[in-house]
């Protein structure tokens, strides 16, 4: 049997890496799952993995720590903090935003640049996520708006991303930010169709998405209740931990009923990770099955 032709979409952080990096370590990843969880030892997937962020390099391959444009001491605008506390809001419990109001600010984590209302909703996702949760997912929100709302850019992230689709591509996988630009292809018929480039795509897999908080999916233009969809012919599976800040611990079949949600336990330090998610069951089983 002929293997998988695999697009990877990765997300947040990756600026300091590159594209042989990044192939290198996913493709070492996604090997290790398919051996330990399919009778497929011998299924070496083909995969290509466009570094999308050397988008946001000025003249390098790669940002400088004084080029982080969302990074802890970056200024926020105020349109940022707002979405920011609007991600939050749907995200938090109200005990842990109850916890986070009695706690004195000189005690509380997060960087002092930060609004005291946005501090304390920072931290009361922290009670919940512990380990620094919170400002992951700030950070995160932040790399998704500023996708979203730069729509020059967007395109050519989209643009680099295609140009890695072959006519055999069967598979996408997308990793939190990038499971956001994956799916943004797809919703603009950009790629999955008969006309566009992976018109043989069978399969796409998201991992700890941010697809699930409401403020992404309204700045994505999809209103509250609008369901996510793909293209009959390609199966979804959204791999989460329950564990992981960015998704929220949950799952997106609520938002997107035609899906399969697959909980999985990434361990201990980053249960975001993507090389964790890579190496795990379902995601195995869906490079695997998902040959076109």
Not at 222 to 243: M, S
């Given at each position: 049997m002929q293997a998988s032709q695999v697009v990877g979409v990765h997300g947040i952080r990756q600026s300091k890496t590159s594209r042989r990096q990044l192939t290198d370590d996913w493709g070492k990843a996604l090997r290790r799952g398919i051996k330990q969880f399919t009778d497929r030892g011998d299924h070496a997937p083909t995969l290509q993995m466009p570094h999308w962020t050397s988008l946001l390099a000025k003249g390098t391959d790669r940002l400088g720590?004084?080029?982080?444009?969302?990074?802890?001491?970056?200024?926020?605008?105020?349109?940022?903090?707002?979405?920011?506390?609007?991600?939050?809001?749907?995200?938090?419990?109200?005990?842990?935003?109850?916890?986070?109001?009695?706690?004195?600010?000189?005690?509380?984590g997060p960087p002092k640049l930060w609004s005291p209302r946005l501090t304390r909703m920072v931290?009361?996702?922290?009670?919940?996520?512990?380990g620094g949760g919170g400002q992951t997912f700030v950070r995160c929100v932040r790399?998704?708006?500023?996708?979203?709302?730069?729509?020059?850019?967007?395109a050519q992230v989209r643009a680099l991303i295609r140009d890695d689709f072959t006519p055999a591509t069967s598979v996408v996988i997308g990793h939190s930010l990038g499971s956001v630009i994956a799916y943004d292809l797809f919703r603009r018929e950009e790629v999955g169709t008969g006309r566009t480039p992976g018109s043989a795509v069978r399969t796409f897999v998201t991992c700890g998405s941010p697809l699930g908080v409401p403020a992404v999916r309204r700045l994505m233009g999809?209103?509250?209740?609008?369901?996510?969809?793909?293209?009959?012919?390609?199966?979804?599976?959204?791999?989460?931990?329950?564990?992981d800040f960015i998704t929220?611990?949950?799952?997106?079949?609520?938002?997107?009923?035609?899906?399969?949600?697959?909980?999985?336990d990434n361990g201990l330090g980053d249960p975001h990770s993507a090389v964790r998610y890579l190496r795990t069951e379902p995601v195995a089983h869906a490079v695997v099955g998902g040959r076109g």
């Open positions: 720590p004084e080029d982080d444009l969302f990074g802890e001491s970056a200024p926020m605008t105020s349109e940022e903090e707002e979405f920011i506390a609007d991600s939050l809001r749907e995200m938090v419990r109200p005990e842990d935003l109850a916890f986070a109001a009695e706690q004195p600010l000189a005690t509380l931290m009361a996702y922290d009670r919940r996520f512990p790399e998704v708006r500023y996708y979203l709302t730069e729509p020059t850019l967007a999809i209103t509250d209740g609008e369901h996510l969809r793909l293209p009959d012919h390609i199966e979804w599976v959204n791999v989460y931990d329950p564990d929220g611990g949950a799952g997106l079949s609520e938002v997107a009923p035609t899906l399969t949600d697959a909980a999985v």
